[in-house]
């Protein structure tokens, strides 16, 4: 079974910078067969995606939100997913999730869109201060 686990969320000011990563287990086959995204989910807000990074080749997908500020990076040797985020805003609070799924480019890009994967972690923290 799959087992993802966040960490590196904490509290800092607006402008400032995080990186979360994901600690992937379980898995019977490298995590290059799987798509990895992030996802986040304010108080009071429906759950959205961030980025995703695709199975096969290391082909990227950003949300506006994430675009320019954040850069999601899959490191197959350790079975780890990162999160790099810069220019953090307030509107950047949340609870954030790593996920998973084995599918195809195609198929968990459309589940991205869905908010949805297969695989999930428990979530870290993010809170970012006026």
């Known amino acids: 079974q799959v087992q993802l686990v966040e960490s590196g969320g904490g509290s800092v000011q607006a402008g400032g910078s995080l990186r979360l990563s994901c600690q992937a287990s379980g898995y019977s086959d490298s995590i290059s067969d799987y798509c990895m995204a992030w996802f986040r989910q304010a108080p009071g807000k429906e759950r959205e995606g961030v980025a995703i990074v695709y199975s096969g080749a290391d082909t990227v997908f950003y949300t506006a939100p994430a675009q320019f500020r954040f850069t999601i990076s899959r490191h197959n040797a350790n079975k780890t997913l990162s999160l790099q985020m810069t220019g953090l805003r307030p509107e950047d609070t949340g609870m954030y999730y790593c996920?998973?799924?084995?599918?195809?480019?195609?198929?968990?890009?459309?589940?991205?869109?869905?908010?949805?994967?297969?695989?999930w972690g428990q979530g870290t923290q993010v809170t970012v201060s006026s």
């Open positions: 996920a998973a799924e084995r599918k195809s480019p195609y198929d968990c890009y459309a589940d991205f869109l869905r908010h949805e994967h297969d695989f």
